[in-house]
Structures are given as structure tokens and as C-alpha cells.
């Protein structure tokens, strides 16, 4: 059983930055196959890739829409994935939801591409 857990959704202001975490935890979940990846899903709309980390080699992968602005890391010796997201916009609010696919990094892009899901965590940017 693999689980996920993201914190560190909160309230901020435009402009301001934040850093999301996921916790991943699991007997079987077998680190070095799998790729991690950050979502967000906004009311009534898609849920949407934002970026993904290889766990073997911390190769990464953003969407467009986000690139040089939002960073993913990870701390292996902590088995958590990070979403450092920096000058926030009020349409960066949403639920940020981490997950785990076993797909290649680079064609890891859609959510049907993983495997597992955390619970998500809310981020409220207000103007």
C-alpha cells in the first residue's frame, strides 16, 4: 500500500510564495521506479500537471505554464517530495494533490498517468 500525504496548503497573498510537501510512505511502495508528480484541480475545472521528479535521479519536468515560477524538489532521506511555488497569483487557487506514477518522467503528464494520490491540500492566493 502506498500512501501520500501533501501539507502546507494555506491562505497568502498575491505575490507571496509557498512550499507544499508530500509524504510517501509504503511497504511496497519501491522509491527508485517511480516518478513524482504535483497537480491542482480549481473548481469546476480539470485537474491539471504541474510538475513531476524522477525519485532515481531527480530529473524534472514542468508544464509551461508554470515554469520559473513553481520548483519540484525531493529529499530522499526524508521520502518527501516538495512544490516550492514562488510569486503566487489568485488563479493558483486550488487543491494541490501529489501523486505516484511508474510511466517515465517525461510522458508522466496526465492524471491518469499515476498510480496513487494523496488527499490534497488547499491553496488560497487572495488579490
Known amino acids: 500500500q502506498v500512501q501520500l500525504v501533501e501539507s502546507g496548503g494555506k491562505l497568502v497573498q498575491a505575490g507571496g510564495s509557498l512550499r507544499l510537501s508530500c509524504a510517501a510512505s509504503g511497504r511496497t511502495f519501491s522509491f527508485s521506479r517511480y516518478a513524482l508528480g504535483w497537480f491542482r484541480q480549481a473548481p469546476g475545472k480539470d485537474r491539471e500537471f504541474l510538475a513531476t521528479?524522477?525519485?532515481?535521479?531527480?530529473?524534472?519536468h514542468y508544464a509551461d505554464s508554470v515554469k520559473g515560477r513553481f520548483t519540484i524538489s525531493r529529499d530522499t532521506t526524508q521520502n518527501t517530495v516538495y512544490l516550492e511555488m514562488n510569486t503566487l497569483k489568485p488563479e493558483d487557487t486550488a487543491v494541490y494533490y501529489c501523486a505516484a506514477s511508474l510511466k517515465r518522467l517525461r510522458t508522466a503528464v496526465k492524471a491518469y498517468d499515476y498510480d496513487h494520490w494523496g488527499q490534497g491540500t488547499q491553496v488560497t492566493v487572495s488579490s
Open positions: 521528479i524522477s525519485w532515481n535521479n531527480g530529473n524534472t
